[in-house]
């Protein structure tokens, strides 16, 4: 995980990566943010099981387990360390994802609204300079994620089709060169 | 004579010895064509589609307990693509008729696999 999880983190620009400045600011708010922890699970959920093809991906009663994670993560996000475990568990998730069918699109959605969720009340809650750093930790923390996330469940595809068919990722890549610009013609047509 | 220069001389030579056959190619085991005489527009894709087939071919030999594989073979009513692995990084195709000498062709491919194996280590 660690060797994967370095590489995706590599592929951000540096100003938009999740900072050491935007880790002082969640940590310094921690108490305040942590209040915000039942209407973030509750929302969160919400938007997730009143969608056909999101609650799709749970099973019957699954519900109160799945918001247990989602507290452990807020409030060890909350707590901090940003170290290499805690980039490596988002990692992970990607791979969970996959045995889960949780898509990247699913994914980028509810981040997103994560995102909101937690400007909003950073906006309402904060004097406007220190909601302002919180947003923009916030949507720093949203581009770490979500990288090591979807790209995470991508290269892990690559991964077991290669354990699974004996086609490596450059070998995949090339194959797909192969058929790309005829796809790109018949897309513009 | 550079490596470049030694597949391209096997490949005549190939076809000279076996005049069946239709196209040689070796290729890297990620599906790079190395050197080829296919039309250059099948190229790309025989190299790419060559070195799956070749994976393939292995996993599924792994998983069905077949042992080593000596050869991959992909046959059509037109023709047929018989693929070897060269050592780990290179991977020789073949296309021949599908009605042709298939025994002559199989041994040139082996000793023509064998100089791909030494050319390219």
């Known amino acids: ?189 | 004579m550079t490596k470049q220069e030694q597949l391209d001389q096997l490949i005549k030579d190939l076809r000279m010895n076996v005049p069946d056959i239709t196209g040689v190619m070796v290729a890297s085991s990620d599906g790079l064509s190395i050197a080829s005489d296919f039309p250059e527009e099948e190229g790309a894709r025989i190299a790419a589609v060559g070195a799956a087939a070749s994976g393939l071919g292995n996993r599924i030999a792994q998983n069905a307990s077949l042992g080593e594989v000596s050869e991959t073979m992909v046959k059509g009513n037109d023709g047929l693509l018989l693929i070897y692995m060269t050592g780990e990084e290179g991977v020789l195709a073949i296309r021949a008729p599908a009605k042709g000498n298939l025994g002559l062709v199989r041994l040139e491919a082996s000793g023509a696999c064998e100089s791909v194996k030494k050319i390219l280590g």
């Open chain 1, 1 to 189: 995980m660690n060797e994967i999880t370095t590489k995706i983190l590599d592929q951000i620009p540096s100003n938009v990566k999740f900072s050491e400045e935007d880790a002082d600011v969640l940590i310094r708010n921690k108490d305040k943010l942590l209040e915000w922890e039942d209407g973030l699970i509750q929302g969160f959920y919400d938007s997730v099981f009143n969608h056909d093809t999101t609650r799709a991906v749970f099973t019957e009663g699954e519900r109160p387990a799945r918001e247990q994670t989602l507290r452990d993560w807020y409030q060890r996000t909350l707590n901090g360390p940003f170290d290499d475990s805690y980039w490596e568990w988002q990692t992970y998730v990607g791979l969970v994802h996959i045995k889960r069918k949780v898509n990247n699109a699913m994914v980028t959605g509810m981040w997103g609204w994560i995102a909101t969720y937690l400007s909003s009340k950073a906006l309402e809650e904060f004097p406007q300079d220190e909601a302002l750093k919180l947003v923009k930790a916030v949507h720093a923390l949203q581009a770490n994620v979500t990288a090591l996330i979807v790209e995470s469940y991508l290269k892990n595809m690559f991964v077991a089709i290669d354990k699974a068919a004996g086609l490596n990722e450059a070998l995949l890549g090339r194959l797909v060169a192969t058929e790309i610009d005829d796809m790109l013609a018949n897309a513009k047509s």
